[in-house]
């Protein structure tokens, strides 16, 4: 077989749930000229059982390390020119290889990343609003600062030259900082970051009201510390963009100012979305 155009890596950690909807959605492409790869990160739930009755080639990990290494273990196995990758929550519409693949012929893209559908794959409030945030922080600058990595496209030439995902202090098995990071390498080598609207998956986000305010101070927590790190803290970061940090830090100030004030509310605070 020849060289397909898009090898698509799928990192796996315990995701037997998602992952045959995931697999099933890609085989169902309009858009043939692809191989998938599953990269089953020592999952104890059966994940590998449902790559091995598909299509897809497995890479197994015998300890879990992470999604970073676990990306680079599969553009390792990957053919194509172009990698892609994307998570086992994730959905692909049918013709989402083809929108990729008019996007490389009509403008030599050689680095791009897509979003998020606005509507999530389980279709709750949580999940919806996530989704939608993530859409619009994602998309609304043409020239972006950051590709997610459950949507990104790159050349494996450039891919290889960037030296892929990185583990480190911020970007280790925590997942939350690895593609950011990426991103800003890319754009330190003069790279032009873009994000297609038209490029979307829909995603499983899991979340109900506890999840989705732990997630949202989780992620805040590492991208701070990554932001902080690089000197990027008021640089306008894909989902950690200037206007929310500019609303966390007045929420901030406003609660301070609550609690220093006579007779201050000490419950009833609301929470960050």
Not at 228 to 255: I, M, P, R, W, Y
């Amino acid at each position: 077989a020849g060289r397909p155009l898009f090898s698509i890596v799928i990192p796996v950690y315990n995701a037997a749930e998602t992952l045959p909807e995931c697999l099933a959605s890609i085989y169902a492409s309009t858009f043939a000229d692809f191989e998938v790869i599953v990269v089953d990160d020592a999952s104890s739930d059966g994940s590998a059982a449902v790559a091995r009755s598909s299509p897809a080639a497995l890479v197994s990990l015998p300890v879990n390390q992470g999604p970073s290494l676990a990306r680079n273990a599969g553009a390792e196995r990957a053919r194509g020119r172009f990698l892609l990758f994307t998570d086992a929550d994730c959905l692909f519409e049918k013709d989402l290889l083809d929108r990729a693949r008019r996007r490389i012929e009509e403008e030599g893209a050689a680095l791009f990343g897509g979003t998020y559908d606005p509507r999530s794959a389980e279709g709750n409030f949580y999940g919806d609003f996530q989704a939608l945030y993530d859409f619009y922080h994602e998309t609304k600058d043409p020239c972006a600062n950051y590709l997610a990595a459950h949507l990104l496209v790159i050349e494996m030439d450039l891919f290889r030259r960037v030296a892929g995902f990185h583990r480190g202090e911020f970007v280790g098995r925590d997942a939350g900082c690895e593609d950011l990071d990426l991103s800003y390498r890319l754009k330190r080598l003069g790279c032009r970051l873009s994000v297609y609207p038209e490029l979307r998956v829909k995603h499983y986000f899991g979340f109900g009201l506890f999840a989705s305010l732990r997630n949202a101070a989780k992620k805040s927590y590492l991208w701070a510390q990554f932001l902080l790190a690089e000197k990027l803290l008021f640089s306008d970061a894909g989902v950690g963009s200037t206007e929310l940090k500019a609303n966390a830090a007045l929420a901030l100030l406003l609660l301070f100012g609550a609690g220093a004030g006579p007779g201050a509310v000490t419950d009833g605070v609301p929470g960050s979305g």
